[in-house]
C-alpha cells in the first residue's frame, strides 16, 4: 500500500516535471515567433503585424508567471533532490531567459513600427540574415532541452560567436550610413538598437544552453565565454567627403 | 534531545538564510559600486578606472554562482516551505539580477573607454544625473530587501518612471547632436548605449523591487508596471540648418 503511494506520488511529480518542460517549449516557441513576426513586420514595413508582436508579449509574460508559480509550488510539495531539483530550478530560470528573449523581440516590433513612418534604410536588409541565426540557436537549444542533449547545447554555446561577429559589422555598416546623411540618424539609431536587441537575444539563447548543459551534466560548461561583440569598443571616423546633406 | 535537534536544524537553516541575505548585499553593494565607478571613468575620462570595472565583473559573476550554488543546495539539505522557500526563490532569481545590472556597468566602462578615444560630447554631462538616479534605486531596493520593507521596494518601482522620462529627453538631445556633426555619431552613439544599459539597471532594480515585495506580501505588485522609456517609438527629424560638417 505504502509502496503504491509512493509510486503514486513519483508518477504525480513526473507528471509535473513533464508539464513544465511543455510550457517551456511553448513558451519558447512563441518567443521565438515573436522574434520571426518582429523582423518580418521591419523588412514588409507592416505596423499592424508588429502591434501583435507586442500585444502577444504579454502572453510570454503570462507563461513565465505561471511556470515560475508551479515551480515553486513543486519544489514545496515535491521537495525534489538531486536532479529532480535540477528539472525544478532549471525550468524556473530558463523561463526568465525566455522572458527576456520575448521583451526584445517587442521592443524591435515597436522600434520598426517608428522605422515605417521613415525611409527605408538599407542596412535594414541585414537584420533579417542575423535574426535567423539567433531564430536558429533558440530552437536548437529548446531540442537541447527536450532531449537534455549536453552536445547540442554546447554546440549553441559555441555558435554564438558567428551572431556577435555579424552584429559587429552591422553596427560599423550603419554607423558608416548613419555619417553619409543625416536624415539617416534616427532610422539607424532604431536599426542599431533592434541589432543589440537581437545580438542580446543570441545571448539569452546561450544562457539556457548553458543551463541545459547544466541540467544534463551537473557541471557548468567549461572555458571562457566566446565573445565576437567587440562593438562595446568600436571607433568609426566619418570619411571626409561624408559631410552630410540634409538639403 | 529530539526537540534540541530540531531547534539545531533550525537555526542551521536560519544561518544559511543570513549568510545567503548578506551574500546577496554584497553583491548588490558591488554592482552599484561598478556603475557609479563606471560613471566616474566617463565623466574623468579616466580608462584605468573603466579597466577596473570590466575586470571586476569577474567578481560579481562569481558571487552569482556562488549564491546559486549556495541556494540550491540549501533547497536540496533544508526542503523549505512556504515563507522559507520564497526566501531561497528571492535570493535566486535577485542575485540573477545584480548579475545583469554588474554586466551593464562592465558594458558602460568598456564603452568610455572607446569615448576616451574621441573628442568629449556635451550629452555626456547628463550621463551621471541619470546614474545617479539609478544608484539611488540600487541602494534603497537593497535596504528594502534587508529591512523586508514592502513599501519602500513599492516606491523603488514607482520611481523607475523618472529615470525612463530622463532617458527618452537624453535619446532626444543625443540624436540631435548627432545629425549636427557627422564626427559626433560614434561617440555619441557609445552614449546612446550608455544611456540605454543604465536606463536596463534601472529596470533591473525594478524586477528586485517586484521580488522584495513578493517576500514580503506573497503577492504580486498590482497595477501594470510604470513605463516612460518611449524612445522606442521616437522619430526625430533633422532641422534644415542641421546639414553636417564635417570639413
Known sequence: MTEQRGEHIVRAFDAELQELEQTIVRMGGMAEASLEK????????????????????REVDLLEQ?????????????????????????????????ERIGDYAANIAKRSMALNQLPPMRPAHSIPRMAKLVQGNIKRVLDAYVARDAALASHVWES?????????????????YMME????????THLLFIAKNIE??????????????????GERLEGGRPK?????????????DHGGDAS
Chains 1, 2 share one sequence.
Open 38 to 57: 518582429a523582423v518580418d513586420a521591419l523588412a514588409r514595413r507592416n505596423s499592424t503585424v508588429a502591434a501583435e508582436v507586442v500585444q502577444n508579449d
Open 66 to 98: 505561471q511556470i515560475s508559480e508551479r515551480a515553486v509550488q513543486t519544489l514545496a510539495l515535491r521537495q525534489p533532490m538531486a536532479a529532480d531539483l535540477r528539472e525544478v530550478v532549471a525550468a524556473l530560470r530558463i523561463s526568465g531567459e525566455l
Open 160 to 176: 554564438d560567436e558567428e551572431i556577435d561577429e555579424t552584429y559587429t559589422s552591422l553596427f560599423r555598416e550603419t554607423l558608416t
Open 181 to 188: 546623411d543625416p536624415r539617416n540618424i534616427t532610422p539607424c
Open 200 to 217: 542580446r537575444i543570441g545571448d539569452h539563447a546561450t544562457n539556457v544552453a548553458e543551463l541545459v548543459y547544466f541540467l544534463v551534466k
Open 228 to 240: 565576437g561583440d567587440t562593438s562595446s569598443y568600436a571607433v568609426v571616423e566619418p570619411t571626409d
